[in-house]
Each structure stands twice: as C-alpha cells, then as structure tokens.
C-alpha cells in the first residue's frame, strides 16, 4: 500500500515536460531592410522533454511596432511545438529611419527578440499641373500631388475651398479638388493651395490660380454730374465686389473729395465751389485694383458766370482822335470795356504770309456784320482797319465781339477820306511819324532841309486807292503801289504848300498806312515845330502836327 502511494506521489513529476525553444532569427540579430515594403520569415524550433510532448510548448511573438509591423502564419499570433510565420513591414512614408522589435515568448520564461530597421524614404514631390487660369465666374478642379511621401494642404486663399480631407496628413499620390468662387472685382487675381510634404528637405509646393476679371464688377452711380453755378456737395457711389480694392483721386483743384481709396461698395463724399470763371470740367478717377489701365471716370461739369458785357463807347481816328465819321481802309482805334483779353494782344499774320488776320486775342471787330483786320487788342482798346467794301455807304454799324460775346452797336458816318498824321508820341499831337530823306525819324535833334529834302508822313483814312488795297493785305514794295489817286492830296508845312511826289500805300506795312513824301518849301520859317497839314480831297488832316525844319 505504501509503495502505490509513493507511485501515485511521483507521477505528477514524471508527466512534467520541459521545453527547448530554438529562434531563427537568433536573440539580438539586426535586420536592415529598405524605405519599401519587405518581409521575412521566422522559425521557432522546439524540443520537449519528455520527448514527443512538443505540442505541450506553446510560443507567442508580437511586435512594438503593430502600426507598421504585420505577421502572417498561426492566428492570433500564437502557436504550439515548431512553427514558422512571417513578418510583413509597410512602405516607409516618412523621411526618417524607424525601428521595430519583433519578439517570440514560450513556457518557462523563454524570450527572444531581433531588430528590423527600416531606411528612410527618399521623397518625390510635385504637382500636376502647376498652374490653371479660370474664367470671372470661377468653377472646379483638381491638382494632382505626385509622392511617395507624407503631404497635407497647408494653406489656400480665402476665395478658394479644399475638402476638409485634404487638410490631414495623406500618404502617396493623391488628388486635391478646390472650388474656386466668382471673382468680384475688375482685375483679375491669383491665389494658391499651398501643399507641404514632411520631408523638411522639400520646398512647399504651390498650385497657383489665376482668375479673370471684368470690367463689369464696377459701375459708378450716377455715372457723372452736373453741378450748380453756386457749387454743392454730393455723394459718389461705387459698387464693386466686396474686397475689391480702389483709389481715388481729382484731376483739378477745384473737386474736393472725402476719400482717397477704399474696397468693396462705398460712398465717396465730393464739394464743388461756386464758380466765378468760365464753364468748367473735371473728373473723379476711380481706379480698380489701383490700376490706371481700369480707370473709370466721373465727370463733373458747372457752367461759369455770365461773361462780362462787351460794352463799345467810340471809333475814332487811329492817329488823330477825330471822331464823326470814318473812311475805307481807315486804321480806327475803338474804346470800351471787356473789349478783349486783359493783356494786349498784337497782330497775327495769317497763314498765307501777305495779310494780317481779322480776330485777334478772341476779339472781333464787325463793320456792317462784317469782320475786319484787327491790329491789336486788349480790355479797353482795340485798333482795326475799316473795310475798303464800307465805300459809298453813308453809315456802318460797327460791334466788337470778344469770345463769343457781342457789344453793342454804335453807328458810323462814312466819308470818302478822313486824313490823320501819326505822332511820335502816340497822342496826335506834337512831332509828326515824319521820315527825312535819309530816313532818320525827324526830330528837334534831326530836322530837315529845306528847299530839297523829301520827308514821309505817316498817315491814314485816305480811302480807296487804284489799284485797290484788300482787307488787312501787306503792301508790296514792288509797282504798281496802291495810289490815293481817286482824289486830290495836298500838303502844307509852315503854311506853304508842300510839293507832293507820292501818296499811297506804305511799302511792307499794312493797307490803310498811307505814306506822303513831299518837297519841304524853300520858304518856310526854320524852326522846332513847323505845323503840317495834309489834305485829302476836302478832308484835312488834324491841327498840331509839327515838323523841326532847319
């Protein structure tokens, strides 16, 4: 009895197996493996004691790594007596080199471990394409990110939407789809997706749209403004797209405006004065984007103050003063107010050269309606020469007209001649424009000879000539001269009468200048002031004109 006891005790000992565990890969081995996907195989060899009790030791492997480390082989990655089963290590996405443990566990404490170390991953990275143009209304697509790496969208423009998706992390080539919105504004604009690999060695890539414009996304209300003499103040609205940047600025002084530059819709306050000149024209320009190639203009327009009257008081002689009646090809000096510009304005010639023109500084002298040949003009004076056509009229009505303006009309006699000398001192009286014979002006200091000398006397109002002058012509020095032949010319100096050899147009000066060379008499009274006096049919010239006879 006691024997089966003590064999009963010593059974449970002799059942006990102890197990061998033998790994290939052996404990501690490091496996080096590229940026790819790659395997291998593990084999776990056991033996048992008692022999043929090998199913009695189980085994147990695992990784530190499940996220990239996979096995294959017995399920639940666990198994009994000899096995094999297979590791599988995902493509490196990442730039970095990473590692894994892969270990086997058994009964009685058996452990076993190897290394698998992965290279990193040398990235490729690009977009297709780079670029796209859309048209003012926006739309979809698609950029496609070419990679073997990690990549995320990092940034995009506020008026373009990415999938939320596409804002993670993604691994390997995939696509990108955006929404682009409708442009708003006049130029056109660009914008980005900006994606980003996690290479640190590669440059953030950036798929760069481009997207058109329309001149139609801004319009100015109203579209221009007529404003009051007095002046106002008033409101400019421009509409464009909200964001959509413009300037502002006045091409003249006299528009103020309240702004210089704004974005999206927006009222522009604007003050006028009153005008005190002439009717005026400016403009508010608004460029789109700030650009001047999308300039849109508002025009403001204010009428000016009412001229001024042209008011006409007199025509009289040009050389002598005399009033009451006037002659054809009469060089006349008309007064008055606002008879012409402030600073005296000279004679122009005209185009062809050999006439002077009939306006002058934008005044107009008018003979029956009729314009003349203006020498000058200014305010208060202006000179012209009567139309030789006023001939045998009794009257003419002469108005000036000075930018547009009319005078009023004032009535004039007309006569055959109506003779008055030229004065030194532009008065009609004292020193005659006298010439002596050697063409020196005569003077106290310069008098003439008597006896022999001829002298030129400067005149006009000598009427029509044969052969007729025209209106403002330039007298040629060449024959024949225009002659005041139609009635008789006379002169005295000193009371006597004065041989005269010529009387008709001064050569190279305008028609109307009327030139009279006469003998100085022998038997005139030398002195400083010997009177002259011309005659033209029945008309005489003024008393007071003097030569210096010596």
Not at 217 to 225: D, E, Q, R
Not at 302 to 309: E, L, V
Not at 332 to 343: E, F, M, W
Request: hydrophobic share 35%; with cysteine; glycine share 12%.
């Amino acid at each position: 009895m006691m024997r089966f006891l003590l064999i009963l005790a010593a059974g449970p000992l002799f059942a006990q197996t102890t197990c061998t565990y033998k790994v290939s890969p052996p404990d501690g081995t490091k496996i080096n493996i590229g940026s790819g996907s790659s395997s291998g195989i593990v084999s776990v060899t056991v033996t048992s004691m008692p022999t043929g009790r090998e199913l009695d030791c189980t085994s147990n492997w695992g990784t530190d790594s499940p996220s990239w480390i996979h096995f294959t082989g017995p399920s639940n990655q666990q198994g009994a007596g000899s096995l094999t089963f297979s590791w599988l290590a995902d493509v490196n996405p990442v730039p970095q080199q990473r590692n894994a443990t892969i270990y086997v566990t058994g009964i009685g404490g058996f452990y076993s471990r190897f290394s698998v170390v992965q290279a990193a991953t040398v990235c490729n990275f690009s977009l297709s394409p780079a670029t796209t143009t859309l048209a003012v209304g926006g739309g979809s697509g698609t950029v496609q990110v070419n990679t073997n790496c990690q990549w995320h969208v990092s940034a995009a423009s506020s008026w373009v939407t990415v999938p939320s998706q596409t804002l993670g992390w993604a691994t390997g080539s995939g696509p990108v789809n955006y929404t682009a919105d409708a442009n708003g504004c006049v130029p056109q604009r660009t914008g980005i997706i900006s994606v980003q690999s996690n290479d640190p060695t590669q440059p953030l890539l950036q798929f760069q749209i481009t997207e058109s414009g329309s001149t139609n996304n801004m319009s100015l209300s109203p579209a221009s403004a007529a404003v009051p003499l007095g002046g106002t103040d008033a409101r400019l609205i421009i509409n464009t797209g909200d964001g959509c940047v413009w300037t502002a600025f006045s091409d003249v002084s006299w528009i103020q405006i309240s702004s210089f530059g704004g974005s999206g819709n927006a009222a522009m306050s604007y003050h006028v004065p009153a005008n005190t000149g002439a009717t005026r024209t400016g403009n508010i320009h608004i460029n789109a984007g700030g650009l001047s190639s999308n300039q849109y203009l508002f025009t403001i327009t204010q009428p000016g103050a009412p001229p001024p009257p042209v008011q006409l008081t007199a025509v009289v002689n040009g050389a002598s003063y005399a009033g009451g009646a006037v002659s054809p090809g009469e060089i006349v000096y008309l007064s008055g107010t606002n008879l012409g510009p402030a600073t005296l304005a000279p004679l122009q010639l005209a185009s062809d050269g050999h006439s002077i023109t009939n306006s002058v500084g934008g005044t107009q002298v008018l003979f029956d309606g009729a314009p003349a040949p203006v020498i000058y003009a200014s305010s208060t004076q202006v000179s012209a020469i009567v139309p030789y056509a006023t001939a045998g009229k009794p009257t003419t009505q002469v108005q000036v007209q000075y930018q547009g303006t009319a005078s009023n009309t004032v009535p004039v006699a007309i006569q055959a001649a109506s003779p008055g000398i030229f004065t030194l001192d532009a008065t009609g009286l004292g020193g005659g424009a006298i010439l002596n014979q050697d063409y020196s002006v005569n003077s106290p200091a310069r008098p003439a000879s008597r006896g022999t000398e001829v002298i030129a006397i400067y005149c006009t109002g000598g009427g029509v000539t044969n052969p007729a002058n025209s209106d403002g012509a330039i007298t040629g020095s060449s024959t024949p001269l225009p002659l005041l032949v139609t009635q008789p010319v006379t002169v005295t100096i000193g009371g006597l009468n004065a041989q005269v050899v010529y009387a008709g147009g001064a050569p190279g000066e305008i028609a109307g200048l009327t030139q009279i060379n006469a003998i100085v008499p022998a038997g005139v009274t030398p002195g400083r002031a010997a009177p002259v006096v011309v005659q033209i049919g029945t008309f005489q010239s003024q008393n007071g004109v003097t030569l210096a006879v010596q």
